[in-house]
């Protein structure tokens, strides 16, 4: 079998094995035969099969994308078979296919992408999967699943809908209840989704009515810009759900110069300043809506697995999925410290 063929069973889900057992699975009622689904290849701690995996991000100039390279980073150090391949990251699109065709011409065995954007980066990614080489496509997504073998990423309407009935739920008693909202960039797809769910929710609440929206830009500064202006527009409110924790940081300087203390506020994604004051719990800070950095982690996980020819482990399948989407938990006083080792700086 030439390299190129392997490499074309990895992407399309090919495995000897595999076959071999659902086959053996289907044409014997023996009840030998009927625990073959249990003795499938999953990927597990062992060491096994070298793989090479090239990973592209984009630049890490937040503590989101930061914490996404560090997890990467760290978990292929997990692994003895595992080589990782990683290039500086760019926000700028054209620098970016430029690293991944390096990757693609260092005929790495599986490539984990980020792109900076996703729409511009569909191209390279079906460059890199018609060269054999597969691709897990992380967070922000191509515009085909021919560009890439598997999607892994955070749920932004999720984020939205869980902050959404956490505020709901706190704010369920009071009559004529006052929200507000504190976006991220209007002009990403993200930001929409976030606030689609967090408006869908509050419509399980007829108390409560979100009487004002301010888009920021991710940032320390925007945040406490923005936020500021929100609390000279809103002289009373209850509740304040802030899309992102960076910004946040801002917020919270604001709300503490302007002597606020009345409302409650949900950040969003996982900061460990947004862990720590959820602890404390001397603010107005009580939850944040995780959007976890940990996705890159698994996303190693899925291309050694991918790369081994391997499943996940705890799934019935032989091959890894398709897509998955991440839980976006909500994380408060009462499960704060499970989740204290994940926040990023």
């Known amino acids: 079998m030439s390299e190129l063929t392997s490499r ?21 009622n023996e009840s030998k035969d009927e625990p073959a689904a249990k003795d499938q290849p999953a990927a597990d701690d062992k060491s096994g099969k070298p793989v090479t995996i090239g990973f592209a991000g984009p630049q890490a100039d937040h503590g989101w994308l930061n ?9 292929a150090k997990k692994y003895s078979d595992v080589t990782l391949e990683i290039t500086e990251g760019s926000n700028d699109t054209a620098a970016q296919i430029g690293q991944i065709e390096t990757l ?16 511009a980066l ?26 890439y073998r598997c999607w ?41 989704q976030r606030t689609q ?21 991710f940032t320390v500064e925007s945040g406490q810009a923005k936020m500021a202006q929100l609390l000279q527009a809103q002289s009373k409110f209850d509740a304040l759900w802030n899309h992102d924790d960076d910004q946040g940081v801002g917020a919270l300087r604001a709300i503490e110069q302007a002597g606020r203390d009345d409302f409650l506020m949900v950040g969003g994604a996982g900061a460990l300043s947004a862990f720590q004051a959820i602890k404390q719990d001397d603010g107005v800070l009580k939850a ?5 950095p940990t996705m890159a982690a698994s996303a190693i996980d899925l291309a050694r697995a991918l790369g081994q020819g391997k499943g996940v482990g705890g799934m019935a399948e032989f091959e890894i999925p398709a897509s998955i989407t991440l839980y ?3 994380v408060d006083k009462t499960n704060v410290g499970q989740y204290m080792s994940t926040g990023f700086k």
């Open 152 to 192: 892994i990423g955070g749920d932004n309407y999720g984020m939205g809908l869980n902050a959404g009935h956490y505020i709901g739920e706190k704010l369920k008693g009071k009559s004529n209840a006052k929200v507000i909202e504190l976006a991220g960039l209007d002009n990403l797809e993200l930001t929409k």
């Open 328 to 330: 976006s938990a909500v």
């Open 67 to 75: 914490a996404i390279n560090d997890n990467a980073k760290s978990r």
């Open 122 to 147: 569909t191209q390279v990614g079906l460059k890199a999967m018609r060269a054999g080489i597969p691709v897990i496509n992380l967070d922000r997504i191509f515009n085909t699943p021919q560009a």
């Open 197 to 217: 769910g967090f408006d869908d929710a509050l419509k399980n609440y007829p108390n409560i009515k979100k009487v004002a929206r301010q888009a920021a830009e």
């Open 288 to 292: 944040t809506v995780l959007y976890p």
């Open 104 to 119: 693609i011409n260092k005929k790495v065995d599986v490539l984990v992408v980020l792109p900076a954007d996703g729409k």
């Open 8 to 28: 074309r069973g990895l992407l399309f889900g090919t495995a000897a094995i595999g076959a071999g057992a659902l086959l053996a699975g289907c044409t014997s």
